[in-house]
């Protein structure tokens, strides 16, 4: 049987940015990216290789401390609870923001063609025939951005198509869910006034809401105040792992009254019903959440959220090369050609359709 080419993956959420960021001074990002360095999830070469076409892109300013280690260090034991960082000051947060949107930019010149930051869905569709890596540039977390949103008109213009008003810490705009487990996400506040009008912007920019990362209060402040598809771009089954980060069915019949979409976070944390950063996760795990979100969203309101170069992810994956592994994986549980097109790529390009439109 002649190989097929792996089936096209969009991915909802990223952390490439980040991790090339803290090589910024030893090395030329864009050149490691490009090249392969062969460290964390991601670089070009191995997204050839896994058939990653594309994805959102999250520019995350760090909170002093707190590393990626630190964290999976304060999410160990039958439950936890890992205090919210404090608010970043945009002063603060601007450089860091810039210089990651920066490495974005500079990967696309450098990359002779192969790898392209998309604003609308025409420019996403076109990448996805021509096997051009298709970026959308995101925000996690809108601490670069100020209360009168000058920022913001400013990254639309640079291209930002998708922002998640918190991570998990507070901003001027809302609150985010701290790591807890287990929890439901309704531990704080949701959006401030300034949010509301942070939500109203964005809807009129056509920028996508993100709502991985907000309290409950906040997602349904969200819910109330957005005109466009209630979009999570990397959360899983509150149902099956019951982690703060997590989304209730309530919540999912609410995704899907908008037209909204799910990505699936391959984060273990987010998987497994104890909430263990765990060795040894399944894949079968994975299609578990997959066949729940499809159970209550609808099959063309699924996607994938891998959360790579962010997270611990399953070792049957390993790195974005694992893919396909992924893919074999929902041909096998059942998923028709069709249905694989839906979930691994046209729902998330059809949702940013939408919501830029
Ligand atoms: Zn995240």
Known sequence: MPSKAPTPVFDGHNDVLLRLFKKTG???P?????L??????LDL???LQGGFAGGLFAVYVPSAGLTLDKLNELMRGADYDVPLPSLLEAAAALPTALAMIAILYRIERASDGAFMVC???GELRRCLETGVIGAVLHMEGAEAIDPGLNALEVFHQAGLRSLGPVWSRPTIFGHGVPFRFPSTG?????LTDAGKALVK???ELGVAIDLSHMTEQGFWDVARVSTKPLIASHSNAHAICPHARNLTDKQLAAIAHSGGLVGLNFATCFLRPDGQKGEGTEIDLMLRHLDHLIAKLGVDHVGLGSDFDGAYI???IGDVKGLPVLVAALRRHGYDDATLNLLCHENWISVLERTWS
């Open 26 to 28: 030893t090395s030329t």
């Open 30 to 34: 864009e050149n490691d990216f490009l």
């Open 36 to 41: 392969g360095d062969g460290e964390g999830h």
């Open 45 to 47: 070469p191995r997204m």
């Open 119 to 121: 604003r609308t869905g």
């Open 186 to 190: 309704d531990t704080g506040p949701g």
């Open 201 to 203: 912007a964005c809807n």
């Open 314 to 316: 399953p070792e049957s």
